[in-house]
């Protein structure tokens, strides 16, 4: 039977999400149902996909009987409210990154789901790419022997765009992009937390994070350094060096098709291959969040709440490497500042 899929939002990631659920097999992912905040935002949304049916409100989705989980693709300052929406309703849900603006309200998210006993999981879809996959086969191979720095960059010149200028949507380089440079990290040193998080930058004068490098040491001497801007484009690949050897996670990182290894044995290209959208693609690679939807599927069958590779725990991490980064800058949610 096919997992019937509800879609939050009717904005350009959404796009690319249900663009990558066409690549998979019909029989076992279906589109049932999109909301968008207004009725015919969600109609245009349906007309371009085929999707049966339209709701100009999301309580009109969470309601709905037609989805068995919901796809949040919404601006970072709903993704609470949306989450417990959902969750409230008795639907699973995979919310796009960051899950929550800070750990506080990812706890919230995180402790609602368990208390419902729903499934709830951040799409953090990196996770879920043969490159991924590759890269901790030769971490846990020992191939390049122990992880001692990570150095990952991320820009893009996006500060200017709404969803990121502004505080109150849960605005800055940071929580847009710099989540994907947070979880690389945690992932090359095995889950752990860093030891200590020190960040230096610059703020716009809205008061969201403009620029900053982030770095991070981690038991064993390990360090990760993570650069992040919203206003030039980085190199926008990883470097991952151990005592024995080195990869490369090269153009776009988060979303990577080639890896180079480099070891004693000399160097190795891995490749792999995308399938071809059928629609338009607003964002690089998007046809491989294929890999984290067909996971999410994967774990509904199984009756699981959450994904090994990206746990409640995981999600607490990373919002709490970013809280400790923000603040660092001096960027504070006007919640936090009234604790």
Not at 66 to 95: A, M
Not at 176 to 200: E, N, R
Not at 307 to 321: M, P, W
Request: net charge negative; with cysteine; charged share 20%.
């Amino acid at each position: 039977m096919a997992t019937k899929w509800g879609i939050c939002s009717a904005g350009k990631i959404s796009n690319d999400f249900v663009v990558a659920l066409r690549t998979l097999d019909a029989e076992e992912h279906q589109v049932a149902a999109v909301a968008a905040r207004s009725l015919e935002s969600a109609q245009a949304f349906a007309a371009t996909h085929k999707i049966e049916s339209a709701y100009g409100s999301y309580d009109e989705l969470a309601m709905s009987e037609k989805v068995d989980i919901i796809y949040i693709g919404s601006i970072n300052s709903q993704h609470l409210s949306l989450c417990k929406l959902f969750l409230n309703h008795g639907k699973p849900v995979l919310c796009e990154k960051p899950l929550g603006l800070n750990a506080d309200e990812v706890k919230e998210i995180t402790d609602l789901a368990k208390e419902k006993n729903l499934f709830m999981m951040e799409g953090v879809w990196s996770r879920f790419f043969p490159v991924y996959a590759k890269v901790r086969e030769v971490i846990s191979s020992g191939r390049i022997g122990d992880i001692k720095c990570v150095m990952v960059s991320f820009g893009y010149p996006l500060i200017t765009n709404e969803r990121l200028a502004k505080k109150d949507l849960g605005g800055g380089a940071l929580l847009d992009l710099g989540i994907y440079t947070v979880q690389l990290a945690l992932m090359v040193f095995g889950g752990q937390m860093p030891l200590s998080v020190a960040s230096k930058g610059f703020l716009t004068e809205n008061g969201v994070d403009e620029t900053s490098s982030t770095t991070l040491l981690f038991p064993d001497n390990g360090i990760a350094v993570l650069t992040c801007t919203g206003t030039c484009t980085l190199p926008n690949e990883a470097d991952i060096v151990g005592t024995k050897g080195r990869m490369r996670i090269f153009f776009p990182f988060w979303c990577p098709t080639h890896l180079q290894i480099l070891d004693e044995k000399g160097t190795e290209n891995k490749s792999f291959i995308l399938p071809k959208p059928s629609q338009q693609l607003n964002f690089d690679n998007g046809t491989g969040m294929r890999f984290e939807a067909q996971a999410v599927r994967d774990c509904l069958q199984q009756g699981l709440k959450e994904h090994s590779l990206v746990t409640h725990e995981d999600s607490f991490k990373f919002a709490t490497i970013l809280d400790q980064a923000r603040h660092s800058l001096g960027y504070f949610h006007d919640k936090e500042l009234a604790k």
